[in-house]
């Protein structure tokens, strides 16, 4: 099919007047084939009803919370749908529900099981533009589910491949995916490409344009995927694409921050098996995400060091269980520390290339910026520095490769 | 089934603290058996979101705007749920397509066609609070639809029929049904009972305490309606009964008052067919609710007057149009008037009384207030007055009558 998905987030859907700015890029589209648009929540609606639930229980229920939080979206789409017909466009809004998006039964975050597309493409082959609520869906028992964080990035691409649509776009709030932050590196440049794999390293440290769920579910079926900007829709922005097509010379594709970082660490833990496995369940069970994790060993091997990071606002909480754990398993002491940030590179051929790595670390080095953990996969690295050497670190990283 | 339902309009679920203050009553009628809760949106949600729709579109697209308006129950449901969990009680918000409430695909004041119960039993056999959304249901085809006014009311109502409730009972923000507003009759008395056709009366002229269409519904099911207050829940309130068991010796019920009137009139229109239809029909086309109507004849009979009121706000939108037909069909000019009130008094014996009707007539001259027009049924006689006079009119009304 020559359908086309877009996506626009809460920031480009904020106010009406933003959601008349969306219909404006939505009807020109339309003029030219069929449209499915995604939109999230009106800008800060999920954390005003967040808000509400709170004062209604102090731990609201998970199903009553998924059937609170899907109003966002019907909002914001029901709107959309008002201005687009205002343009003498057709369309028609579509819950989770309508659109036949079953998931799991799993509340607040549940996955994509199935999308039923048969009232979506009845739509279609009317001529209307179809306006989807993103982040939701249904069971198989009619309960209403939320997808989670990234949640309105997967709904699109999930509609897009299960639609079969030649593309999807995804709008920001920024014109596409760059080689650093733009605020931090004035010298930073757009890619106009970039491969999945480089593209889920960005997202995951960091540079929040794009989910990687719908990264990975996008790649998992070939879709391409371009990011463009709400506000200056006339941009390219950057294409996602397979492995095949990108440039695989580039060593390093961008710099990124992620200055929302606490480090933690239980210090001279007996080295016997099951430890790691204690702390990070218990850590797990509290719903703490751990990011970064490092085992070093100490002096004779007879006891350990566990660093790993945190997000700043669960650092307490962390650090409360991790003093609890540190006394049952006889660990020397804990050690907490906000003052943290990853500065990461980014770069499909950084596997084959060893000299960047160690280039990062000795400019780093020279500019007396102080390494504090190392994290590394096939395709990005990671260092944690202090949070106060941050933005000096990125803009130093971006210089060195010439970005 | 020994099923209760309870209904909680706006004011009663305005906030998150009222909302918890529902659900203690909620928990009360849980304990004693099954609970079907039934509640309209928060407080002013339906403004807010009118007002959006507004901003988004001239004249937003009635099948948005109920995807839309819909949205505010599944919040406060959402909510009350959270806050009967909260306190121990199992609870599950159900939303209108949820319910198995289908419609007429009529958008922003569709009928109820049918309940499939199914889903709502399940819960109830599970021991769960169901806690319904008002207003709403879906189209056969699955769009959402709203009930129009008195929507929440009804849709209580309907609940309790199609489960086979014992009762059901709506609350409010007062105790019950009063012989005349206690806010300008400081005399006026609670009516522990009212037949559901005096009842009927009450709520066209005035009496916002319960919708007619709902008191329709409730006498067509013969099912028991009781008026109760959410902030006096153990005040016995008012029940509506059919008229077997009503006081029929009682002339007078009680009198009310509706002040959102205003007089248009046609004058001096050419005495020839389908003018009256001409009129009216361009009102109702153009959404404009007409209340009382009267036409009188001039002498000689070659031209009438037709004289009818309106909603204040719908006044200027009346006028424009009358102009326009007025000049059309030759008619000698219009009037406006917005300075008008209707009291009324109601009463299931008023038919065999005629002296009743001489009597309020005869009092309001002798207090020097001008009748401006008069309409009766055969449990109602009212009188627009000047508002000025309107609160002098009840009280003196109530006196008379011994209320």
């Given at each position: 099919m020559n359908l086309i998905v877009q996506k626009f987030g809460g920031t480009s859907v904020k106010s009406v007047a933003r959601i008349k700015n969306v219909a404006g890029i939505i009807a020109r589209a339309a003029a030219a084939g069929p449209v499915v648009a995604v939109a999230s929540a009106m800008g800060d609606t999920t954390d005003y009803l967040l808000k509400l639930a709170q004062q209604a229980s102090a731990s609201p229920d998970r199903r009553e919370l998924d059937a609170l939080l899907a109003t966002g979206e019907q909002i914001s789409i029901a709107l959309l749908s008002m201005a687009l017909r205002e343009r003498g466009v057709q369309a028609v809004s579509m819950s989770g529900p309508q659109l036949g998006i079953t998931t799991e039964n799993v509340h607040t975050a549940a996955r994509i099981v199935?999308?039923?597309t048969d009232a979506i493409r009845r739509h279609l082959e009317c001529g209307r533009v179809v306006v989807a609520a993103g982040f939701q869906g249904t069971t198989a028992e009619g309960d209403i589910t939320t997808l989670g964080r990234g949640g309105s990035d997967t709904t699109a691409v999930a509609l897009a491949a299960a639609l079969g649509a030649r593309t999807c776009d995804i709008y920001t709030d920024v014109s596409g995916v760059y080689t650093a932050d733009p605020n931090i590196v004035p010298t930073a440049k757009l890619l106009p490409e970039i491969s999945y794999d480089e593209m889920l390293e960005m997202a995951r440290v960091g540079?929040?344009?794009?989910h990687p769920r719908a990264v990975v579910l996008a790649r998992q079926y070939g879709l391409p995927l371009r990011v463009r900007n709400t506000f200056d829709p006339d941009h390219k922005g950057t294409v996602l694409k397979g492995v095949?097509?990108?440039?695989?010379?580039?060593?390093?594709s961008g710099v990124t921050l992620d200055r929302d970082q606490a480090r933690l660490a239980i210090l001279?833990?007996?080295?016997?098996?099951?430890i790691a496995g204690e702390v990070f369940g218990a850590l797990a069970n509290s719903h703490i995400s751990v990011d970064m994790i490092i085992q070093a060993f100490h002096e004779g091997g007879a006891v350990n060091d566990i660093t790993f990071t945190v997000k700043r606002n669960q650092l307490q909480a962390a650090r409360a269980l991790l003093e609890q754990i540190a006394s049952t398993v006889g660990a020397g002491g804990i050690l907490a520390d906000q003052d943290v940030a990853k500065v990461s590179i980014v770069g499909a051929g950084l596997m084959d290339q060893p000299e960047v790595a160690a280039t990062m670390f000795r400019e780093l080095g020279r500019a007396r910026i102080n390494i504090k953990m190392i994290s590394t996969s096939d395709i990005r690295i990671s260092c944690v520095v202090s949070d106060g050497d941050s933005e000096r670190a990125v803009q130093l990283v971006h210089d060195v490769f010439h970005l």
């Open positions: 199935e999308i039923k540079a929040q344009v794009l095949g097509q990108m440039e695989i010379y580039r060593p390093v001279q833990v007996p080295d016997r098996p099951g």
